[in-house]
Every structure is written in C-alpha cells, then in structure tokens.
C-alpha cells in the first residue's frame, strides 16, 4: 500500500532523512519510532507530500507527486501534531471537514456525510459534543476530535503524528484500540510516530526505527524493540522486559529501572 524509495528529505541546507526505504503493507500497522530528531515527523509530512523530497512514495501503487491534491486527500488522512482548532468553530463542522474530499465543488456536506461524522464521533466518546465550540474543549477532547475528523475522511491511509500525545493512559488506549478496530474492519495502512516506544510495540506489527535521519532497525516489535538495538540509538542503558507477550521498554534513571517513554 506504501512504499517509500531513498526518501530524501533537506531543508535549508540540512538533510533531516537521509534515504530511507521502507514499505507497510495493506492493513498493516507502522510504527515510526526514534529519539528528538530522529527525522519521524518530517519522514510522515514527506509521506503527506507536505514537505518536498526526492526518491519516491508510491499509495496504492500511484506516485504521490503525479496525484493531484484531493485525489491524494482522498487515499490520505494526516493527523499533524499540532493541528489548528479555529476556536468558534462546533465539532460537528471540525469534524465534517474530513468530508471535503469527497464534496463536488461549492457542495456541502449531505445527511450521510454528517451520519458518518456523528458515528465517528461517538466512537470517540465526543457524540455529545456535536454543538460545543472548539474554544471550550480540553487537550485530550481536541485531540480525539482531531483523530474523529480524520477517521470521517475515509483514507485507506491513515498517518497519525504522535496520535495520543494530550491523552491520559487510558485515553491512550482506547484511542488506539479504536484505530486498531477500523484498521481491521476498513481494511485500513496505518502509520503512526509514536513517542512511547512500549505502546508502539504493543499496537504496530511493524517498528522503522530512525536514527539521524536514517532508518536504522526495521522489522516486528521482537525484532527491533532489542536491548542491543536500541542503547545504540537512545545512548542510554535500556532494559526491555516480556510481559506475558508484550514489550515493556525500560531505562536506568539515577540507579534504578524505570518505565521509560523513550524517544
């Protein structure tokens, strides 16, 4: 479904990724992982086409740069880590305009583009906020709103950039689970940066884990989520404990182990 080719990516002179090739395939679930500027929001933008690069990234077999821009809305959601929430603007209109792509020109949206917004919505614990202004919202309400709009665009390709960042622990893992059920059920490719290397391991079947702009591990949770691969990258003493089958990444912190979210 995504295939990315000696992706390039240099801004003012620097290069921020430095030829990566990867690919994740259809209902998969990729995991962008990695320390502070690794090069994980700027390889998921390029993947957007919101930043420019050479090599190539290839949806559903189309070139990224020969698809016009709602075509490309139209098999892309991009969840940003710090969208922008027009403070007047309801929920419901924050929501519906995930809709646009699939609105003929000068068209608003029908009832069923609002049926399915408001299904979204209530997924996502927010069906009783249709009318509340954006302005009133916490973080953690924001940032599910902002998942729930990309949800109602209906992409097979979902990239999220630090999904759950505002979201308590429980939060986090109803808001992943949910993407994990749509995942199944829509058949969706997802491609999430995630902060938190434990919850990568226990939701994504596939880990890329960048360093300095390059991909230095890719592969299973198992695979990449390894003491001797991941001290190299973090420069920190890092344990990784099997809990009944899932990863627990851990670091040593003034002498003692702790439950760390590295990266």
């Known amino acids: 479904m995504i295939e990315l080719t000696d992706l390039r990516v240099r801004l ?20 962008i992982v990695g320390p502070n500027g690794a090069g994980k929001t700027t390889t998921l933008r390029a ?4 930043l420019p690069f050479t090599g190539s990234v290839r949806v559903a077999g189309q070139d990224t740069r020969r698809m016009r821009r709602r ?12 969208p922008h929430f027009p403070a007047d603007m309801t929920v419901i209109d924050y929501a519906l305009l995930g809709r646009t792509p699939h609105l003929a020109l000068l068209q608003g949206p029908s009832a069923a583009d609002r049926e399915i ?16 202004r954006l302005a009133t919202l916490s973080g953690g309400e924001r940032q599910r709103l902002v998942l ?15 999904p759950t960042s505002a979201l308590d622990l429980g939060r986090r893992i109803d808001a992943l689970e949910l993407v994990d059920e749509l995942r199944v059920e829509r058949g969706l490719t ?3 940066v995630v902060h938190d290397l434990t919850l990568a391991g226990q939701f994504a079947d596939t880990l890329a884990l960048l360093h300095e702009g390059r991909l230095a ?3 299973s949770p198992a695979h990449v989520l390894r003491v001797e691969v991941l001290s190299d990258v973090y420069d920190a003493s890092v344990h990784v404990v099997d809990e ?20």
Do not use: F, K
């Open 12 to 31: 003012s002179g620097t290069t921020l990724v430095d030829g990566i090739s990867l690919s994740v395939r259809p209902d998969g679930w990729l995991a």
């Open 47 to 50: 993947v957007a086409r919101l």
């Open 71 to 82: 075509e490309l809305a139209r098999v892309v959601a991009y969840v940003p880590q710090q």
């Open 117 to 132: 917004c408001a299904t979204v919505l209530a997924r996502l614990g927010l069906g009783a906020y249709t009318e509340r």
């Open 148 to 162: 729930a709009r990309a949800l109602a665009q209906q992409a097979p390709v979902l990239l999220l950039d630090e």
């Open 190 to 192: 997802v491609v999430t």
């Open 217 to 219: 591990a890719v592969g």
């Open 244 to 263: 009944g089958g899932h990863l627990v990444v851990t670091s040593r912190r003034w002498g003692s182990w702790a439950t760390e979210e590295i990266g």
